[in-house]
């Protein structure tokens, strides 16, 4: 009888264990729902705004350098100097360009004294031409009178066509003698007036930003010697992620804080959008100007830029961070009938205060799981906890 009360009590323990082990596997245990924070669908009014993130550049920027290669002679400004339009920057060594000058008049001279020479042949061959012409109609007469033989008029025709030729020759030659000097006096003015372009002068009002050649330094055509940019025409290039710019226009109120005053925000606006968007990033490039410009920028200085978009009112809306991904849908989970089960929405803007314009997907007063213990899945068993 002993024995057999043992085995009941035993048999009991090893029911209430496995039963005790089942209920903590179940419900802290691997196999326990995954504790889950429940949001709701509600209507809200929205301030939304799209943040990015650039930098300081300068819409007017000019490269001041020579159109010929040379030499650096000397550079009157330094950075950070104000200059005005048609002001002395820079100049160039003329040595070279006098040499290239005194060369082409010195062609010009020979090209000259060329087309007086040939003018002269051009009048011999007339003459010329003149008497052979006579001699052949004189013989053609003559011949006509049976004075002459026939053998007599060939040769003076003959003399008359070669003195033609020649006279033809020698005006071609002469004409071609004209032309040259004409193209020697054209590069003997472009020449003067290239002398000209030695003076580096500044296209604009605007601030020197760098100075990138040295007196000595040899530089090729089109490179920069000093670079000009016009304060007024500084902003920022900012890149924003193209899921989030559809409602960016020209002309909307923007904030730009400066990496070098995180605390200062200075007010601005949309100046322009790029067409071209980068398709690896993701991001579009949107350019914002200052307002007013402070008194000292830097070019290429980081800076964060906040576009406020047009206000709305009473629209649905959840907590953000209920918005997740599943391959490649847009949506957030729910709680039905105790399991996760993923529903596909539609976004629009955000607002400042954590949440997210629900465009499609949802109705007000639908719940939502803001947060997890663990990441979800479809069909997964979840629960609620409260938060404490």
């Known amino acids: 009888m002993k024995s057999r009360t043992k085995v009941i009590v035993l048999v009991l323990s090893v029911v209430l264990f496995v039963a005790a082990f089942f209920w903590l596997l179940t419900t802290h245990g691997p196999l326990a729902p995954v504790g889950v924070q429940l949001g709701s669908v509600v209507r809200a009014d929205l301030t939304p ?31 950070g100097d ?31 004294q ?40 060939d040769n003076s025709t003959g003399e008359a066509e070669r003195a033609e030729a020649a006279l033809t020759a020698a005006r071609a030659n002469a004409e071609a003698l004209k032309q040259d000097i004409g193209r020697v006096d054209a590069e003997s003015k472009g020449l003067g007036s290239l ?4 003076r580096l002068v500044s296209p604009v009002d605007g601030v020197i930003v760098s100075r990138e050649a040295e007196p000595g330094t040899t530089v090729v055509a089109g490179q920069a010697v000093l670079r000009v940019v016009v304060p007024e025409s500084m902003w920022v290039r900012a890149r924003v992620d193209q899921s989030r710019a559809q409602g960016v226009q020209v002309g909307q109120l923007a904030s730009i804080v400066l990496r070098s005053a995180p605390g200062t925000q200075l007010p601005g606006r949309v100046a322009r959008i790029e067409l071209q968007s980068d398709p690896v990033t993701e991001e579009r490039v949107v350019n914002v100007s200052f307002d007013a410009p402070p008194a000292r920028l830097y070019l290429g200085e980081l800076a964060e830029v906040t576009i406020r978009l047009p206000g709305e009112t009473g629209v649905l809306v959840v907590p953000s961070a209920a918005i997740a991904r599943d391959a490649s ?18 976004i629009g803007s955000q607002g400042q ?36």
Not at 355 to 373: A, K, P, R, Y
């Open 49 to 79: 705004s799209v943040f990015g993130i650039g930098t300081v550049d300068a819409r007017l920027s000019y490269a001041v350098g020579p159109i010929a290669p040379g030499r650096v002679l000397r550079v009157l400004v330094d950075q």
């Open 195 to 198: 002398r000209e372009s030695l």
């Open 329 to 346: 849908q847009t949506g957030v989970w729910q709680m039905v009938d105790g399991r996760a089960q993923f529903e596909p929405v539609t």
């Open 82 to 112: 104000e200059v005005k339009a048609g002001q002395l920057l820079a100049e160039m060594d003329p040595v070279d360009m006098d040499r290239h000058i005194q060369a082409a008049k010195s062609t010009g001279a020979r090209s000259r």
């Open 353 to 388: 205060a954590g949440v997210t314009q629900i465009l499609s997907g949802l109705g007000e007063g639908d719940s939502v799981i803001v947060h997890s213990s663990a990441q979800l899945k479809p069909g997964i068993r979840v629960r609620e906890q409260k938060v404490e």
């Open 114 to 153: 060329a087309v007086q020479v040939a003018d002269a042949q051009v009048a011999e061959a007339a003459s010329r031409a003149r008497l052979a012409v006579m001699n052949r109609d004189r013989d053609r007469r003559l011949f006509e009178q049976h004075a002459i033989s026939s053998q007599a008029l």
